[in-house]
């Protein structure tokens, strides 16, 4: 078994994982502003020593957290099949996505949805609006400029939409399944070519 990251003590993931449950609970109740380190320990059922074996402090922690946000994500859009039409790929990835929030949706609720946490909501327009500049310069191009576009706006447009379609869903309780959602947002896109 070849791996290129070397595997992590499963007591270490179970202790960060406790961490978060804790930070994000806080987060429920209180302003973040408000959160200390002994809090975040006594929740987690910790000491406050072994909070900082993990994180140097409070932001260490939500740039931490961030990042792993933004990989997961990633992960979960990189996850793509190579055949089908680009419209079912499209569609693939956006479950993907939308499967992977759902699963975290009470980690998504409160960084993005109740407390726009501006860390988490940059990371993940910064990683939008990359997803979005990938797929213009690798399909729409030409469309753009013909149209009068600027590519910039289209960007904005673009991220905007599904950042604002995934905070919705969460606001609302995700009333609708990842994968009608992905078929609405789908079917919302092709009705713009």
Not at 1 to 14: G, H, V
Not at 57 to 74: C, G, R, V, W
């Amino acid at each position: 078994m070849n791996s290129d990251k070397p595997r992590t003590d499963p007591r270490i993931l179970r202790t960060r994982q406790l961490l978060k449950d804790a930070f994000i609970d806080l987060m429920q109740e209180m302003d973040i502003e408000k959160i200390s380190v002994n809090k975040i320990a006594e929740r987690a059922t910790v000491n406050r020593v072994t909070f900082y074996l993990h994180y140097r402090d409070i932001p260490d922690m939500m740039d931490k957290l961030a990042e792993e946000m933004y990989e997961d994500i990633q992960r979960a859009l990189n996850n793509n099949p190579q055949d089908g039409t680009k419209e079912e790929r499209d569609y693939y990835v956006m479950v993907n996505l939308l499967e992977h929030i759902a699963e975290n949706a009470k980690f998504y609720k409160v960084v993005l949805a109740s407390r726009r946490t501006p860390i988490f909501t940059e990371r993940l327009l910064r990683m939008v609006s990359e997803s979005v500049v990938s797929k213009l310069e690798n399909e729409r191009a030409s469309f753009i400029s013909k149209a009068g576009l600027q590519k910039d706006i289209v960007v904005w447009y673009g991220s905007a939409a599904l950042i604002g379609t995934v905070v919705s869903w969460l606001r609302h309780d995700m009333p609708y399944t990842p994968q009608f959602l992905a078929r609405q947002f789908t079917l919302l896109r092709s009705m713009q070519r």
